[in-house]
């Protein structure tokens, strides 16, 4: 019987199959060469950009790094990590690293990325969300882009219009998303308990990440309420709602010291088509981009908040 099975193997190569195949290896193989060595998730949003260019949203990562680089080393804090692209990029810049997240499927991948891109830093990883009160909650990973996964809770500011939007979704519907059992933590005693860490070790600068799709709001404020004197931080954060008041986002009105939204300087011409302005900011050789204040209202974008020290 033995025989007879290997015998029977035939396995037909198609030429013209195979010759695609090869190309496409051929192809991929150039495009990758710059990848970051890190593991990913094959076909998935949050995976392209670092796979073909070697980095993962180039401009935030400029603005941890210049923050980085000019006194703010103390500590990166990753709220949100996913596969831990932000810390893996820039972590090995900061003394301390500490990163959250509590899809268990990301978190296998955040392991091992963090031990090929942080070896000898000091990082830590926290299998867990940071919510309202410590409790098991179900999360929303679509299945093309595991960074766009949520949480649904009163804590979360987006509808389920917004949630589905932002994800390509014309409307909410269960079956576009892997829905996941996770564990979340109190944000006042986790990050209450982290600065005093961090203050014992003489780490009072650093740059909070908040990236936690809808809970950024609750986690902002849970910062600023319990940040100690002695800390300063730059926190950084998506915003995915237009017209919105500070005065309404922040509740702690006293510790707002400045808050900015990350812009991209290109030349852009309200009546002409999209192609043009592409092509007027080829001709400039390329664009800025640099943080601009807010005022009255914000919108969707990547903001920061400085918080200082008020020692």
């Not at 029977?8 to 010759?19: A, E, G, L, P, Q």
């Not at 970051?36 to 790094?65: V, W």
């Not at 830093?121 to 595991?146: C, F, K, M, R």
């Not at 994800?167 to 829905?179: L, R, S, T």
Request: hydrophobic share 40%; glycine share 8%.
């Amino acid at each position: 019987m033995s025989h007879q099975l290997a015998d029977s193997f035939n396995y037909w190569v198609d030429f013209k199959r195979n010759r695609i195949s090869k190309l496409r290896y051929s192809a991929l193989k150039k495009l990758s060469k710059k990848s970051l060595p890190l593991f990913f998730k094959g076909g998935d949003i949050i995976s392209l950009d670092p796979i073909a260019n070697g980095t993962y949203e180039s401009d935030i990562k400029a603005l941890i790094d210049h923050f980085a680089d000019n006194g703010m080393d103390g500590f990166l804090l990753d709220i949100g990590a996913n596969i831990g692209l932000s810390s893996c990029q820039s972590g090995r810049k900061f003394k301390e690293v500490h990163m959250y997240e509590p899809n268990p499927n990301c978190v296998s991948i955040l392991k091992i990325n963090a031990n090929i891109a942080l070896r000898g830093i000091n990082y830590a990883i926290h299998e867990y969300g940071l919510g309202a009160t410590s409790e098991s909650l179900q999360l929303y990973v679509p299945y093309d882009n595991w960074g766009g996964a949520f949480v649904k809770s009163d804590t979360n500011e987006y509808d389920d219009a917004l949630l589905s939007s932002k994800d390509g979704y014309g409307n909410f519907v269960k079956e576009n998303y892997d829905i996941v059992g996770v564990q979340i933590e109190a944000a006042a005693k986790c990050i209450t308990e982290r600065f005093e860490a961090l203050i014992s070790k003489g780490l009072t600068k650093g740059v909070i990440k908040v990236d936690a799709e809808g809970y950024e709001k609750f986690i902002v404020n849970t910062i600023l309420a319990v940040k100690p004197k002695q800390i300063e931080c730059m926190i950084i954060f998506e915003n995915w709602k237009d017209e919105v008041c500070p005065s309404d986002y922040f509740m702690q009105q006293t510790e707002l010291s400045a808050l900015y939204k990350l812009e991209s300087l290109k030349t852009r011409y309200a009546s002409a088509p999209r192609w043009l302005n592409s092509w007027l900011n080829f001709l400039r050789g390329g664009y800025s981009v640099a943080l601009r204040q807010v005022g009255e209202k914000f919108s969707s974008g990547t903001y920061l908040l400085i918080s200082k020290s008020t020692v």
